[in-house]
């Protein structure tokens, strides 16, 4: 059964940082792309990053520069640091992945897209 688990997240003040990471289990990770995405109250889930399975990176504009993903294929680990954080940022993170056993750089930012979801974990950035 996959399964994600993220950690990692808290509170911290406007322009600290967090490191957020995703454990994940029961699928063959190495055949899927992996994306982070994250949703505030009264929003729609938005697609924040995302890595494909040659590495290749994937940013929205509103965090680009700030924040970066990347993997640890030989744990199965999904990680996002987030630098220079905004109040804005604060919202549920959400990792998940994306089957894609035929493309080696497939990035999608759509949630609908998306195979398997982890439970969330809470980052809150107070002014």
């Known amino acids: 059964q996959a399964q994600l688990v993220e950690s990692g997240g808290g509170s911290v003040q406007s322009g600290g940082a967090l490191r957020l990471s995703c454990a994940a289990s029961?699928?063959?990770?190495?055949?899927?792309?992996m994306g982070w995405f994250r949703q505030a109250p009264g929003k729609e889930r938005e697609g924040v990053a995302t890595?494909?399975?040659?590495?290749?990176?994937s940013y929205a504009d509103s965090v680009k520069g700030r924040f970066t993903i990347s993997q640890d294929n030989t744990k199965n680990t999904l990680y996002l640091q987030m630098n220079s954080l905004k109040p804005e940022d604060t919202a549920m993170y959400y990792c998940a992945a994306v089957h894609a056993p035929s493309r080696w750089d497939y990035h999608t930012l759509d949630p609908d897209d998306y195979n398997h979801w982890g439970q969330g974990t809470q980052v809150t950035v107070t002014s």
């Open positions: 029961g699928f063959p990770y190495k055949y899927y792309s």
């Open positions: 890595i494909a399975r040659d590495s290749t990176t």
